[in-house]
């Protein structure tokens, strides 16, 4: 439910127009330790979703021309293709370039 602290409200029955420049999405920019990098990087092996993706993309690093191995579904590559691998960390590309959280750390970020 709203509260009054959480709209504006307009009298004139016209609302206001804003800049576009300050439509965008408020974004919140902090340094991670590299102790902390070195865990994201140990849990995308446990995770589901990220382990498969490094994996594939590791290889096709080292490899450009290999085949995927049968392990590696066409599902995995497919899903590899919004993700970008710098350092050993995970880039989600269609959110802007966001890294990747494995699931069990995922609590500790929010």
Request: glycine content about 6%; charged content about 30%; hydrophobic content about 30%.
């Amino acid at each position: 439910m709203a509260d009054a602290l959480s709209r504006i409200a307009y009298t004139q029955g016209e609302q206001p127009k804003v800049d576009p420049q300050y439509l965008n999405v408020i974004e919140m920019r902090v340094s991670a330790s590299t102790e902390w990098l070195n865990d994201v990087r140990k849990g995308y092996g446990e995770d589901t979703i990220f382990g498969p993706v490094l994996e594939y993309l590791s290889d096709s690093d080292k490899n450009e021309d290999k085949k995927t191995s049968s392990k590696q579904s066409s599902h995995v590559k497919e899903r590899a293709k919004s993700y970008t691998l710098e350092e050993g960390l995970l880039y989600h590309k269609p959110s802007g370039g966001r890294l990747c959280i494995p699931k069990f750390m995922r609590t500790d970020v929010i």
